[in-house]
T-cell receptor, first 113, second 113 residues
Framework: GDSVTQMEGPVTLSEEAFLTINCTYT??????LFWYVQYPGEGLQLLLK?????DKGSNKGFEATYRKETTSFHLEKGSVQVSDSAVYFC????????????FGQGTRLTINP | DTAVSQTPKYLVTQMGNDKSIKCEQN?????MYWYKQDSKKFLKIMFS???????INETVPNRFSPKSPDKAHLNLHINSLELGDSAVYFC????????????FGQGTRLTVV
């Protein structure tokens, strides 16, 4: 079935460090791919997305490229800030009657000053 | 104006009780969802409705019954609550096209004691 696997957390970095959170997916067809972020006590909000192979999504300094050949959508940021501390979810979107989002297990990121 | 609002935000109840969580979206979306987030932050889809019609039911116990009186509302009723039902429940909505953003409510933290 369709699934998303992302790197195990928690991840702890110092401010201004480089961030990579790995995400790979299994899907029939051509899903759209997303990164969502969840700040403490809040719901999920979209961080970035890519709808076809080789597309790059970017927002707030974060980037991810849809790699069909490696079925990956790794999240990167060149210099993280304390305010980036949150839980990050990789997800894919397929049509199963209606749009269905399948999420990875989430990666908790903590940035220390 | 909150795009997706769900009530209550917190719900503490005893085993065996029946409770409801309400969700409303003012985005004009056709598709609404319920997700369950467990203590390890894993997000799993429970139901999806499209224009008031049940589309996805992901092997959820039949103690859980969603109700969609109109396409802007999707309520979740839970009968005979069990300890294992304790989780955060998120309502979300999206347009009915793959690759479109899902908007999430702030979540309802259900604690069964």
């Amino acid at each position: 079935g369709d699934s998303v696997t992302q790197m195990e957390g928690p991840v702890t970095l110092s401010e201004e460090a480089f961030l990579t959170i790995n995400c790979t997916y299994t899907a029939t067809g051509y899903p759209s791919l997303f990164w969502y972020v969840q700040y403490p006590g809040e719901g999920l909000q979209l961080l970035l997305k890519a709808t076809k192979a080789d597309d790059k999504g970017s927002n707030k300094g974060f980037e991810a490229t849809y790699r069909k050949e490696t079925t990956s959508f790794h999240l990167e940021k060149g210099s993280v800030q304390v305010s980036d501390s949150a839980v990050y979810f990789c997800a894919l979107s397929i049509i199963q009657g209606a749009q269905k989002l399948v999420f990875g297990q989430g990666t908790r990121l903590t940035i220390n000053p | 104006d909150t795009a997706v609002s769900q009530t209550p935000k917190y719900l503490v109840t005893q085993m065996g009780n029946d409770k409801s969580i309400k969700c409303e979206q003012n985005l004009g979306h056709d598709t609404m969802y319920w997700y369950k987030q467990d203590s390890k932050k894993f997000l799993k889809i429970m139901f999806s409705y499209n224009n008031k019609e049940l589309i996805i039911n992901e092997t959820v116990p039949n103690r859980f019954s969603p109700k969609s009186p109109d396409k802007a509302h999707l309520n979740l009723h839970i009968n005979s609550l069990e300890l294992g039902d304790s989780a955060v429940y998120f309502c979300a909505s999206s347009q009915d096209r793959v690759g479109t953003e899902a908007f999430f409510g702030q979540g309802t933290r259900l604690t069964v004691v």
